[in-house]
């Protein structure tokens, strides 16, 4: 199979060694799309070599992605980059719950918030609804780490209101000159951003540095006015609080219920595509698929990372396995198959794509049915490895 690669592309795979010629992306872009269509276009006498030159293809053409994305960078005038256009973008949403459960929980705090101000008539209820609100909303993605990430914020938050208060009355009205104002906010400013460089409780720096100026709220004149000021703080770290203590009220989803869902999301798709219309490109199954693997929370055990990995490959070469045998008019034993394995019954789908192998043995030597061929024993090797999976939660 090397041998049908670009002499540039085989030396470098069979020395392995870095060549010259790689720092030049272009030129490598061309060299994986020429190894491609080689790959593409290779005989094959066994349906194993098939799948193996067409996994390869795809290897290399993922490899050529990657490449013309660096060539985009590098943005060269003299040398065009090859961007290949993949059609309008979708937004795709891995799994609804998370981010309801997040609009619901703003949605609460939002809520409560104003309803406090209303009662209390506080001056500065909007100034806690705001900060609630940013809390809140700005936490939320961080899932697990929302509530600590939150409390080091209003931490923080509590740490500048007493710095400023200190800047604000005790070292403000000794100072006349901008380099004295300039050294007395240097004071707090400097070392929170030196704190936001390191890994160690960024939160609380950062909302030492992001709210020292909004509390200190400098002027010229300058007003030291210590209710409005203790007010105003107030408001900020109430707002912070309450968001805070919103994570521990409504805390997010579980990690592992989060990774049950998103694999069960995905069988769903993938026994709607198996019986589904055939879509004309797989780019829409791999976007979904592509927004499930960037969801799927870091504590995932490597046997579901490999089960959403089955159902993504499964899905592709179900969409590459309808279209050919389209041509070979093999539509109805193909459906027979995949209405088992939209069953849940993965065995029996394995016995009927075996029986639709030996049809296309017998009747065709077409490449494309050699492809067909070579699929069928991607599928079936994926379907019999996570049997389990693939069977669980059967419809009826």
Known sequence: MLAQMPEELRLGTEQGEPRRWIADPIRLLRVCDAAVRRLVSLPARTPS???LADQMAEVLGGISHALNGLALLIADPARPAFYRSRGVRRLRIPDWLP???NAGRAFVVIGAAELFWIVTAWPNGAGAITFAAIGVILFAPRADQAYATAMGFMVGTGLTALFAAIIAFAVLPNSETFAAFSLAIGLVLVPAGVGMAQPWQTATF????ANFVPLLAPANPMSYDTEQFYNAALAIVAGIGAAALSFRLIPPLSPAFR????????LRDLRRLATGPIPRTPEDWEGRMYGRFAALPDPAQPLQRSQLMAAFSVGSQIIQLRHIASRFDKDAALDAALEALAQGQSAIAVERLATVDQVLA???AAPAALRARGLILAISA???QHAAYFDAGAPG
């Open 49 to 51: 070599l098939r799948l």
């Open 99 to 101: 981010p309801l459960v």
């Open 206 to 209: 950062t909302a030492m540095a």
């Open 259 to 266: 990774t049950r869902r998103l694999l069960a999301l995905a």
């Open 362 to 364: 017998a009747r065709s």
């Open 382 to 384: 994926s379907l019999t």
